[in-house]
């Protein structure tokens, strides 16, 4: 394949969405407002059948389909490994304006998009050819409260991209919104927008029908900035706020939180709230940053690390500026950068009861004071949910 000069790049824009109907809305509404515009859409309700999908449509209607078969049993592998040819052969045919990569149901965008930025086609970088131009999560916010607070798993609902896939709706609608930079929005009442504006408050978002998610969604995307905006360990959590009936509740600390106290407040502090996520840290793991995410009433923990207050000097290179640069304005002269940061969004929330819960799980004054060897000597509660401690 010759050069192609960045000014005629494709311009790609991925859309993401659980709801079906907001999203076909959006991908119509794009395809109608661009000059030589392709969708691109790989099906997955046959992939525990072996097959997956795929089409390709334009404003006239479906010009090509095909059925593609599964690589190790893995529809997401099979979407990747035909993804990036398929939209390589759009930039070679070069009668296109706009390629519209329309995801699956339950798909993240993040993981298609890391793909697209970083893959080659036969030693090509698809940024030499490509020009992601765009990700939009298309949604019904009147649906979004109702979603976000039930435990439904997407394979109850067919919405599932593989056997394995044991995430909630909620989780991937969560993660859907958190990570696009436009959100394609059916007209809804307060409530939902003031969700979505806490939940994702630097989005662009657009009412569908209005005309103008094109230019919204044609705004650029820097991968490297989204990947940073949803990783635990550098995320800028939403402010606290109060609109509509929903709110928004950061608290902070800076002492370690008891594992076994913070284990038995589980019950309570995931179903608090619609939405929480953020980064804390254990007193018996004062080592390892720890991310929270929490959607459906269903909590993911993970470890994302060490904290830069247990690495010597010379390894903090290794970590991104953004991260050292926020550990030194904020550093606690016993604590270092390691810090309490979980933030919870509901309708209805009880930020003063949460609050008080959190705060009864942090050690007391004489736990402080056994120090960091006493704090490990503290029960490892938290095995279900992470490796045990070595």
């Known amino acids: ?60 209607g479906v010009f090509d389909t095909s059925e593609l078969p599964l690589p190790n049993d893995c529809p997401c592998c099979a979407v990747r490994e035909d993804l990036l040819p398929e939209l390589a052969g759009l930039v070679e045919a070069g009668q296109h304006g706009l390629a519209i990569v329309e995801l699956w149901a339950g798909s993240d965008p993040h993981p298609v998009v890391e793909v697209i930025a970083e ?31 039930v435990p439904d798993g997407l394979a109850e609902h067919a919405e599932h991209t593989s056997a394995e896939d044991l995430r909630t709706r909620a989780e991937a609608l969560a993660h859907q919104i958190e990570y696009a930079t436009t959100l394609a929005v059916a007209r809804g009442g307060d409530a939902g927008i003031a969700m979505l504006r806490q939940l994702h408050p630097t989005a662009r978002r657009v009412v569908l029908g209005t005309g103008e998610l094109l230019r919204a969604a044609l705004g650029g995307f ?40 913070l284990h ?38 993970e470890e994302c690390g060490p904290w830069l ?9 290794h970590y991104p500026p953004q991260r050292r640069a926020a550990a030194a304005l904020d550093w606690h002269p016993q604590h270092g950068d390691r810090i309490q940061q979980l933030a919870f969004t509901a309708e209805g929330l009880d930020a003063d009861g949460i609050t008080e819960l959190l705060d009864s799980c942090l050690l007391t004054d004489a736990e402080l004071l056994t120090g960091e060897q006493g704090w490990k000597a ?7 949910l992470l490796e045990p401690v070595s």
């Open 119 to 149: 893959g080659e086609v036969d030693g090509r970088p698809m940024a030499e050819l490509i020009e992601l131009a765009g990700v939009v999560t298309a949604l019904d916010p009147d649906r979004l409260i109702g979603e976000l607070s």
């Open 1 to 60: 394949m010759s050069a192609v000069p960045a000014h005629l790049r494709l311009p790609v824009v991925v859309v993401a969405g659980l709801h079906r109907a907001e999203r076909r809305r959006a991908v119509k509404e794009l395809l109608d407002g661009a000059v030589g515009g392709v969708v691109l859409h790989h099906d997955l309700r046959d992939a525990e059948r072996g097959t997956v999908h795929r089409e390709l449509r334009d404003s006239e």
């Open 378 to 384: 503290l029960p490892d509660a938290f095995e279900d």
């Open 309 to 317: 207050a247990v690495l010597p000097d010379e390894q903090w290179e």
């Open 264 to 301: 038995d407040a589980l019950e309570l502090l995931v179903p608090a709230a619609q939405r929480s996520r953020g980064r804390f840290w254990l007193a018996n793991r004062p080592e390892l940053m720890l991310a929270w995410d929490a959607a459906g009433a269903n909590l993911a923990v």
């Open 222 to 261: 820097d991968v490297p900035a989204a990947r940073d905006r949803v990783n635990p360990a550098l995320a800028l959590l939403p402010q606290q706020a109060d609109e509509a009936g929903v709110a928004t509740l950061v608290w902070e600390r800076r002492r370690p939180l008891h594992p076994g106290r």
